[in-house]
């Protein structure tokens, strides 16, 4: 059963208090070291108020796993005009595929088979297709810059998956032996809002800095989006229920965000209209530490003062008594690395949801999620975030990165966890 919910006029004026400024301000500046700064803040006024984004919310479903009733938020649905984004990504790239002074370059880094990678270029070639540009050698064109560690010979000579799809939407890549890239974009600088020391910018003026992941104010206007949408459904559907929303993490950005956007709603309502909504993230990338450190993070380069966090997910269900986990093999999972678990996870909610996760996000945030499935806590009426979905509704974004499926198949089959003829597996 598939529900979708329209804007309703409860939210409608979320952020219409920063509009009347906005005009008034230039979203174009250069900063000292040449690299183009926008305000991603008054972009995402305009953004939020331009309703060609997509044409209407993602839907929801609702859905029984393992005899809970869980609301899936279908944001692998959404496709942003032009591009053609999904999922994720297009909630954190709706800014700036919405850009109408788009840069001439934009620069960015991380893994060659990045979800990030692949929807960067084709925002970059969308800008390019609306100038009617189709040549990739055309000096005029804008251009995409992405720089990633030496790439095995294998993936060099024969591209598959999200390196292909790039190489055929143009992107430059810029290979660096491990060291110079650890130099470069590890350490202090790692997920930096800004780009790193010593890195040139290659359009000195409009060349725009896109950490990994596009962890940045960027995603301001998507994840706002997200956050009025999941507070107008909950609105229409919640009846006074207290409600848990599950968001996969890498970076954590959009939890983050969503969470202060979520926030910041409230705080904006009556205090009999106001809900129990808490954003619970489920790290998919290193560790609650990590996870804590990134989150805030950027909240310091975004400028907020705040350290209200979102809710970190233990890897297990946490005993109050002894303090201890109940089974201690039960930790985060190693990024990329194929795990029993994690297939198991996604073909079981392929098989009983018909719903496809991606296997390095959305498979083992489901992993991890169902290990706190039957867990209680001693009071319903006090959130408890060792047990943060005991006696509360449940609520998964459904993030998308579906395209990568089939590469990330043939990373089990040569594990020797997959057969060859289950590579198509999401398609039967």
Same mark, same amino acid.
């Given at each position: 059963?598939?529900?979708?919910?329209?804007?309703?006029?409860?939210?409608?004026?979320?952020?219409?208090?920063?509009?009347?400024?906005?005009?008034?301000?230039?979203?174009?500046?250069?900063?000292?070291?040449?690299?183009?700064?926008?305000?991603?803040?008054?972009?995402?006024?305009?953004?939020?108020?331009?309703?060609?984004?997509?044409?209407?919310?993602?839907?929801?479903?609702?859905?029984?796993?393992?005899?809970?009733?869980?609301?899936?938020?279908?944001?692998?649905?959404?496709?942003?005009?032009?591009?053609?984004?999904?999922?994720?990504?297009?909630?954190?790239?709706?800014?700036?595929?919405?850009?109408?002074?788009?840069?001439?370059?934009?620069?960015?880094?991380?893994?060659?088979?990045?979800?990030?990678?692949?929807?960067?270029?084709?925002?970059?070639?969308?800008?390019?297709?609306?100038?009617?540009?189709?040549?990739?050698?055309?000096?005029?064109?804008?251009?995409?810059?992405?720089?990633?560690?030496?790439?095995?010979?294998?993936?060099?000579?024969?591209?598959?998956?999200?390196?292909?799809?790039?190489?055929?939407?143009?992107?430059?890549?810029?290979?660096?032996?491990?060291?110079? *890239?650890?130099?470069?974009?590890?350490?202090?600088?790692?997920?930096?809002?800004?780009?790193?020391?010593?890195?040139?910018?290659?359009?000195?003026?409009?060349?725009?800095?896109?950490?990994?992941?596009?962890?940045?104010?960027?995603?301001?206007?998507?994840?706002?989006?997200?956050?009025?949408?999941?507070?107008?459904?909950?609105?229409?559907?919640?009846?006074?229920?207290?409600?848990?929303?599950?968001?996969?993490?890498?970076?954590?950005?959009?939890?983050?965000?969503?969470?202060?956007?979520?926030?910041?709603?409230?705080? /904006?309502?009556?205090?009999?209209?106001?809900? #129990?909504?808490?954003?619970?993230?489920?790290?998919?990338?290193?560790?609650?530490?990590?996870?804590?450190?990134?989150?805030?993070?950027?909240?310091?380069?975004?400028?907020?003062?705040?350290?209200?966090?979102?809710?970190?997910?233990?890897?297990?269900?946490?005993?109050?008594?002894?303090?201890?986990?109940?089974?201690?093999? #039960?930790?985060?999972?190693?990024?990329?690395?194929?795990? /029993?678990?994690?297939?198991?996870?996604?073909?079981?909610?392929?098989?009983?949801? #018909?719903?496809?996760?991606?296997?390095?996000?959305?498979?083992?945030?489901?992993?991890?999620?169902?290990?706190?499935? /039957?867990?209680?806590?001693?009071?319903?009426?006090?959130?408890?975030?060792?047990?943060?979905?005991?006696?509360?509704?449940?609520? *998964?974004?459904?993030?998308?990165?579906?395209?990568?499926?089939?590469?990330?198949?043939?990373?089990?089959?040569?594990?020797?966890?997959?057969?060859? /003829?289950?590579?198509?597996?999401?398609?039967?």
């Amino acid at each position: 059963m598939t529900q979708v919910v329209e804007n309703e006029d409860l939210f409608t004026d979320i952020y219409s208090d920063n509009s009347t400024c906005a005009s008034s301000y230039s979203t174009l500046k250069n900063s000292k070291d040449g690299w183009r700064i926008i305000d991603w803040n008054k972009e995402a006024v305009g953004v939020l108020s331009d309703e060609s984004k997509w044409t209407q919310p993602s839907s929801v479903d609702v859905t029984v796993i393992q005899d809970r009733l869980v609301y899936v938020k279908r944001d692998d649905h959404l496709r942003l005009q032009g591009s053609q984004i999904a999922g994720n990504k297009a909630r954190k790239m709706l800014a700036l595929n919405n850009l109408k002074d788009f840069p001439l370059c934009v620069v960015s880094y991380g893994g060659p088979q990045s979800n990030a990678m692949v929807a960067l270029a084709a925002v970059v070639n969308f800008q390019n297709i609306k100038q009617g540009i189709d040549d990739h050698h055309d000096p005029h064109r804008c251009r995409f810059i992405y720089y990633t560690k030496k790439l095995p010979k294998f993936l060099r000579n024969q591209p598959t998956g999200n390196l292909f799809r790039a190489k055929m939407l143009g992107i430059e890549m810029i290979e660096l032996p491990p060291e110079e *890239y650890r130099t470069l974009f590890g350490g202090k600088w790692g997920a930096n809002t800004h780009a790193p020391q010593g890195l040139t910018p290659p359009v000195p003026g409009d060349s725009l800095w896109i950490p990994q992941g596009g962890s940045s104010g960027m995603a301001h206007a998507g994840t706002r989006l997200l956050a009025q949408e999941i507070c107008e459904f909950w609105s229409l559907k919640g009846n006074g229920r207290p409600l848990s929303v599950a968001i996969p993490g890498g970076t954590c950005s959009t939890a983050v965000l969503v969470h202060t956007a979520i926030e910041s709603l409230q705080s /904006k309502l009556s205090n009999d209209k106001q809900m #129990d909504i808490k954003v619970v993230v489920i790290p998919c990338i290193g560790d609650d530490t990590y996870a804590r450190r990134q989150m805030m993070a950027l909240n310091t380069q975004l400028g907020n003062a705040s350290n209200d966090l979102p809710t970190i997910l233990k890897p297990s269900p946490f005993d109050l008594a002894t303090q201890h986990n109940h089974k201690h093999s #039960d930790k985060y999972f190693t990024f990329g690395e194929p795990e /029993k678990d994690i297939l198991e996870t996604f073909v079981y909610i392929k098989e009983k949801c #018909d719903i496809t996760l991606d296997l390095l996000y959305g498979a083992p945030a489901w992993a991890v999620l169902l290990r706190h499935w /039957k867990g209680k806590q001693t009071s319903p009426s006090v959130f408890d975030a060792n047990a943060p979905f005991a006696d509360r509704s449940v609520m *998964y974004v459904h993030s998308g990165g579906i395209e990568g499926v089939n590469t990330q198949l043939l990373r089990y089959r040569y594990k020797g966890l997959l057969k060859t /003829k289950d590579v198509q597996l999401p398609n039967h």
